[in-house]
C-alpha cells in the first residue's frame, strides 16, 4: 500500500504544492515521509498483531469497569505517543500543522491494521476538532487540549434507541442547572436526562476521562422542546467532572453505561447505550449528567456537522482501509496457494504440478476488482482530504471551488467504498474459498467489520437522499456543475492520450447520463418522485466518480507534461510541478501497468453499471411508492 | 412463506399432477399439506428456538469426543421422527414415495429456521440416496437403511487440504485390503490413507455411527494413483465397524478427527479435517481406515455426482431460505419500527409522530429486492425440483426433456441464490440499521451463515465454468435450445396479457442477449478466450432465468386459462388443470398484488444488469488474461 500512497500524494495529488502557502511551510517531503514510517511502523507492531484478538476478546461489563484487552491500551497509548492525534493542529497546541490530507494518509495504516483499536483515535480528534471550532477558549484548553495530549478520550452521542437516523426525534433533555447557570467558566452549565444509544468509545478504562458530546434539547418557554432539529443544542459531558484546570474533580457525573451492544464485527470498539441524569450518580449532590454547552442555544447540530467533511471522509477511509487489508490477504494467498491447471485448448494436463491460483483468471478478476475498489476509493478519499485542506488553506476562490465539490463528493466519499469495500472484502474470502470462510485467515473478520459502514454515519439511504435531494440541486446545480467541470477536464486531457481515448469516451458519457437523470428525476419538481430512487442514483453517481478517478489516476503515469487532477485545479496558488515532473516519461514499470489494468478494469467491468440503476431514476419508477405494507 | 409455498406448488407447478403416475398415485392435496403441515411445525418447534444457541455455542472438542448443544440432538430426533429422512424412498423401504418437489418444499421450513441444524439430515439423506443407486444390496440394507432410520448419520469426504476445488489432485489412496478384499459380504474392502478437509457433520454423537462416502484413488499396477478423475473411487468408511446385520462390532474404524473448523457461519453443523489410516485405531489389528468400495473401481465421481442436481438445488435452496429467514425478519422490524416521516413537497413536519420505516420507499425498495430474490429463488428451485420429478417419472421423452433443462438450470439454482440470498441478508441487516449490526437479532447471522454457499459444493467460479464451458455447448448447444423454447413460450404467453406484454419484451430481448453473447464467447473457439468472463456469464444468465421464472409466476395469477410453466410442459402425461382452475379469474388479492410487484421490482431494477455483465463476456475481454501476477 504504501508505494500507492506516496505515488497519489505526490504524484497525482502534488501534496507538496501546500508547502507553498504558509500554515505548512515546515513541511516537505521528508516530514511527510517521517510521519508515514512512523505511523506503519507502530500500526504494524502495535495494532495489527492484535486486531484478531479485539475481535475475539469482546469488550466485557463487570458492572462497574469495561474491560478491555491489554493490547488496546498498548495500541493507544502507542498512538497517542506518535502525537498523531494532534497532527493537524497549530504547532502553538502541541501539533504538527500536517496538512489534512498527509494526516488521513498516515491514519490509514492504523485503520488497515485495525479498524476497531484505531476507532477511539479517530473519534477523539473529531471530537476535540470540533471544541476547537466552536468552544470557548476554557473549553478548548481544558478538554480539547486533554484530547489531543491523549489523556481523555472522546465520543459523539446523536442517536437515540428511538432516533437513529432522524436527529430531529433527540429527545434528550437539557435544563439549565440553576439560576447561575451561565457563569460556570466552562460554559453555561446544563442537567441532561435522556439515552444515547450506538455510542462509540462511550466507556472504556484506556484514558481517565471521557469527554462525550451530546445532542439535546433544551425545553422552550412552556417547558417543552422544540419539534425538529431546530431547538438542539451541544453540551459537553465528562464522564468524571473537572475543575477549570482540567483536574478531576473526584465527582462522577451522572453518565451510566445501560449496556454494551454486541455486534457483528467493530468488536474491539466498545459500543453502548448511555444513560445520562438517570440518578446512578449524584453530582453536586443531585441527579443529572452535568453538560457545559457549545456554541449557542439551537446550533447543535450546525456544530456537530461542522466537522462532517472529514468523519465521512474517515468512514469511507476506514471501509477502504478494510477492503485494502482482505486486498492484500487474499493477494498474498491467491500467490501462495496451488490449485488446479490452466485452461487449454487440448484440455488439462492432471500430470503436471498444480499452479498457484493466482494464474486463473477468475481470480485474476476478483483480485483486479478488488485492487480497482481499494485504490480508488483510497485516491477518492485523499482527493476529498486534500479539497479539506484547500477548503482551509487556499485563496478564497479556490476555498471556495473545494467547498462545492466536497458537498457532491462526501456522500460518494462515505458511502461508496462502505458498498464497494464490502464487496471487496467478500471476493477475498471466495478467492481464499472455504480457508477464507474460517477464523483461522483474517478475512472474514474484515468483511464483518466492514460490514457497519453502511449503517453509521449516515446510512447508505440518508446519504443518496443528502445526493439527490440536497446536493446536486443547491444553488441551481451549481456544485454539480463543479464536479462536471472538473471530470470534463480529465476526459479532455485522457482524450489526447493514446489508449486512454476509449475511456474518456466512456467517462463523458456517464458524465452526460448522470447529468440527464438527474434533470429527469426532478423533471416533476416533485420530491417523493425524484427520491424515491435516491439510493440506485447514489451507486450510479458513485461508479461515475470513481471512473472519473481511475481515469484522472493513470492519466499521472502519462509524460509529466501531461497535468493531473490537482495540478489543474483552478486554485490560485497553483504551482507548476516541478521540471523534473514535467519532463518524466510515460510510467512503463510494473506499478504503472497495475494501475492501468485496474482503471481499464474498471471502464470494463464496473462503469457499465451504471445504466441499469439510472434508468429507473430517470424514469422515476413508481414501483416503491405503489407497493403497499399488505402486498408483502 | 407457507402460502408461496402452496401457491407455487399447486397454482404453478401442478404438482397434482404427478399423482396420475403410478408412483405417487396414494398421495393427494392433502397428503402433501400434512407433510408440510408436520415439517412446519417441527421446524417451529425443535429448529428456530435454537438457531442462535447452535452459533454461539459451536461444536467443541475435548480431544475425545465432539459436543452439541443438546437442542441440536432434539431436534434431529424430531427430524428423524418426522420420517423426513426417507420420504422420497419406496414404500416398501419404509418411505412416503414423496416427490422430490414436495419432499424439497418440506425441508424449506428446517433449513429457514435453523440451516446448521438441518445440515446434518441433508447430508444424511444425500449419501443414503447414493448408495440406493450405487449400492450392493448389502451396502443399501446395512448402511443406507440405517440411515433413512436416523440411526447413523453420513458425510461427503471429497475436499482434501491440497484439493479443494480440484477433484483430479485428490491423494487418498485406498489399497486392497488383502488377498481375499472381494469377498467381503460389505463389498470390496480396502484401506485407506489420507486427508479430508471440510467435511461437514464429520464428527459428533448424534447417532451411534456416522457413514462417511469417500473419494480415494487406488493405486495402479506400478504402485502409483492415475493422475486426473479417472482414477478415483468411492468408498463407505463408516466410524465405527459393523457386521452383516447392521451390527457394531465394538472395533473403532481408523478414522479420526484432527480438527474442527471455525467459522464464520453455519456454526452448528461441524465441520472436519478427518484422518484416514493415520494409525490412530487399529481395526483388525492393524492401522488403515476400512472402506467398501461402491461401485467400480475408477467409478467414483460418476457415482458421487449422481446425486449432483438434488444436492446442488438443496444448496441453492438453503441459500434461498436464509434470505427468506432474513426478508421476514426486515420485514416485520419495518412495521413496527416507527422512525422519520414522508417527504412532501412542504417538506416533513417534526410535530407529527414518527411513522413505520416501512412507509419510506427505500425501505419498501430494499424488502421488494429481497422478495424478488427469495420468492424468485424458490419458485426456482421447486421448478428444477419438479424437473428431477420428471426426469425419474417422466416417460422418456418428457424425462429427456428435463434432462435437458436441468444441466444449465443446476449451475444457477446453485449459484444464483448464493449470490443474491446473501445479497438479500446484507438488505436485512440495512433495513433493521444498527440494530441489525447487533446479535440481539437475528440478521446478521443469517449473512454469515449464508457466505458459505458460494463457496462449497462448486464455487461460483467452477459453476460458471460448468455452464459456459460445458452446459450451454454441450450437445451442439441442446440444452441452452431447451430452455430457450421454454422461455419463449412465456414470452408468448405474457405478450397476449395487458400489463405483460413490455415484460415479455425485456425477456424476449435478454434472452437474445444471452443466445448472442453466448456465441460471441466462443465464436473464436479458444476455452481460454471463452472462459476468462465466465463469472459474469453466469450471472446474467442467472438473471436472465430468474426474470423468466417470475414472469411465468406472475402469469399464474392471471385467468386459469393462461397457461403456466408446467402446465405447458410438454410432458407426455400432461393432464389438464382441473376446470375450477381453468375457469379462475385473475386473483387480485394482496398475494397476487406482491407478486406482480416483485416481477415488477425484478424487471425494472435487476435484468437490466445483465447487460453489463455480458458486455464483457461478448467481446471477450482479455484483460484478466494478460494481467500479471507482478502488476498486483
Redesign the interface.
Known amino acids: 500500500m504504501r508505494e500507492t500512497l506516496d505515488f497519489l500524494l505526490h504524484d497525482w495529488l502534488n501534496v507538496q504544492q501546500l508547502n507553498a502557502r504558509e500554515r505548512f511551510s515546515d513541511h516537505s517531503r521528508e516530514t511527510f515521509d517521517a510521519v508515514l514510517d512512523t505511523c506503519e511502523r507502530i500500526a504494524r507492531e502495535k495494532f495489527a498483531p492484535f486486531n484478531r484478538l479485539v475481535d475475539t476478546e469482546e469488550p466485557r461489563f463487570d458492572g462497574e469497569r469495561v474491560h478491555l484487552p491489554q493490547a488496546t491500551h498498548d495500541a493507544l497509548a502507542a498512538y497517542v505517543g506518535s502525537g498523531m492525534l494532534s497532527a493537524a493542529q497549530d504547532d502553538a497546541h502541541g501539533g504538527m500543522q500536517l496538512p489534512c490530507v498527509v494526516e488521513m494518509a498516515a491514519n490509514c495504516f492504523f485503520s488497515k491494521a485495525s479498524v476497531a483499536m484505531s476507532g477511539y483515535a479517530m473519534l477523539t480528534n473529531g471530537n476535540a476538532n470540533l471544541l476547537m471550532a466552536h468552544g470557548t477558549e476554557a473549553q478548548r484548553r481544558v478538554f480539547a487540549m486533554n484530547e489531543f495530549s491523549g489523556r481523555w478520550f472522546g465520543t459523539m452521542c446523536l442517536?437515540e434507541p428511538?432516533?437513529?437516523?432522524?436527529l430531529?426525534?433527540v429527545a434528550t433533555r437539557a435544563e439549565p442547572d440553576g439560576a447561575d447557570f451561565e457563569a460556570d467558566p466552562l460554559g453555561p452549565r446544563y442537567r441532561l436526562t435522556g439515552h444515547k444509544?450506538?455510542i462509540s468509545g462511550g466507556e472504556h478504562e484506556i484514558t481517565e476521562n471521557i469527554v462525550h458530546l451530546v445532542l439535546a434539547k433544551i425545553p422552550g418557554p412552556d417547558g417543552k422542546p422544540l419539534?425538529?432539529?431546530k431547538g438542539i443544542s451541544l453540551f459537553i459531558v465528562p464522564k468524571h467532572l473537572v475543575d477549570i484546570d482540567g483536574q478531576l474533580t473526584g465527582e462522577r457525573n451522572d453518565v451510566a453505561l445501560a449496556g454494551l451492544?454486541?455486534?457483528?464485527?467493530y468488536r474491539g470498539t466498545t459500543n453502548c447505550l448511555l444513560n445520562f441524569g438517570e440518578g446512578r450518580f449524584t453530582p453536586g449532590g443531585q441527579p443529572g449528567a452535568v453538560g457545559y454547552r457549545v456554541g449557542q442555544p439551537g446550533d447543535g447540530l450546525r456544530c456537530m456537522f461542522h466537522m462532517m467533511n472529514e468523519a465521512r471522509i474517515g468512514v469511507g477511509l476506514g471501509a477502504v482501509m478494510l477492503g485494502y487489508a482482505g486486498y492484500e490477504a487474499s493477494?498474498d494467498y491467491a500467490?501462495q496457494r496451488?490449485?488446479?491447471?490452466?485452461?487449454?485448448?487440448a484440455g488439462?494436463d492432471?500430470?503436471q504440478p498444480?499452479r498457484?491460483i493466482?494464474?486463473?483468471?477468475?481470480?485474476?478478476?476478483m483480485?483486479?476488482a478488488q485492487?480497482s475498489y481499494v485504490e480508488g476509493g483510497l485516491a477518492l478519499a485523499l482527493f476529498c482530504a486534500r479539497l479539506v485542506d484547500e477548503l482551509h488553506t487556499a485563496p478564497p476562490e479556490a476555498a471556495d471551488g473545494a467547498k462545492l465539490l466536497l458537498e457532491v463528493l462526501i456522500p460518494i466519499a462515505k458511502s461508496w467504498p462502505s458498498e464497494w469495500g464490502?464487496e471487496a472484502n467478500?471476493l477475498a474470502?471466495?478467492v481464499l474459498?472455504?480457508y477464507?470462510?474460517?477464523?483461522?485467515f483474517p478475512v472474514?473478520q474484515y468483511?464483518?467489520d466492514n460490514?457497519?459502514n453502511?449503517?453509521?454515519e449516515g446510512?447508505?439511504?440518508i446519504q443518496?437522499?443528502d445526493l439527490l435531494?440536497r446536493k446536486v440541486v443547491m444553488d441551481g446545480g451549481r456544485a454539480l456543475m463543479a464536479l462536471a467541470t472538473r471530470v470534463n477536464d480529465t476526459v479532455q486531457r485522457a482524450a489526447q492520450v493514446p489508449g486512454l481515448s476509449e475511456a474518456s469516451n466512456e467517462l463523458a458519457a456517464a458524465l452526460a447520463a448522470v447529468g440527464s437523470t438527474t434533470k429527469k428525476a426532478w423533471s416533476t419538481?416533485?420530491?417523493?418522485e425524484a427520491?424515491?430512487?435516491?439510493?440506485?442514483y447514489l451507486q450510479a453517481f458513485g461508479h461515475t466518480v470513481l471512473a472519473w478517478i481511475w481515469l484522472d489516476v493513470v492519466l499521472s503515469l502519462e509524460a509529466g507534461a501531461v497535468r493531473t487532477a490537482f495540478s489543474a485545479a483552478p486554485t490560485h496558488d497553483d504551482q507548476r510541478r516541478e521540471p523534473s515532473a514535467a519532463d518524466r516519461p510515460r510510467r512503463e514499470d510494473?506499478?504503472a501497468?497495475?494501475k492501468r489494468?485496474a482503471q481499464?478494469?474498471f471502464f470494463?467491468?464496473?462503469l457499465?453499471?451504471i445504466?441499469?440503476w439510472l434508468?429507473?431514476v430517470a424514469r422515476r419508477?413508481s414501483?416503491?411508492?405503489?407497493?403497499?405494507?399488505?402486498?408483502?
Open positions: 442517536s428511538q432516533a437513529g437516523s432522524s430531529s426525534d444509544m450506538w419539534p425538529g432539529t451492544n454486541h455486534k457483528l464485527g493477494l500467490r496451488p490449485q488446479g491447471r490452466p485452461m487449454t485448448a488439462k492432471a500430470s498444480q498457484p493466482i494464474e486463473h483468471a477468475d481470480v485474476k478478476r483480485l483486479l485492487k464490502l467478500s474470502i471466495q474459498g472455504g477464507g470462510y474460517t477464523r483461522d472474514e468483511w464483518r460490514r457497519l453502511m449503517i453509521h446510512t447508505h439511504g443518496a437522499l435531494g419538481g416533485v420530491p417523493e427520491l424515491a430512487n435516491a439510493t440506485p510494473d506499478f501497468q497495475g489494468a481499464r478494469y470494463a467491468y464496473e457499465p453499471k445504466h441499469a434508468g429507473v419508477e414501483l416503491t411508492r405503489e407497493m403497499q405494507d399488505r402486498w408483502f
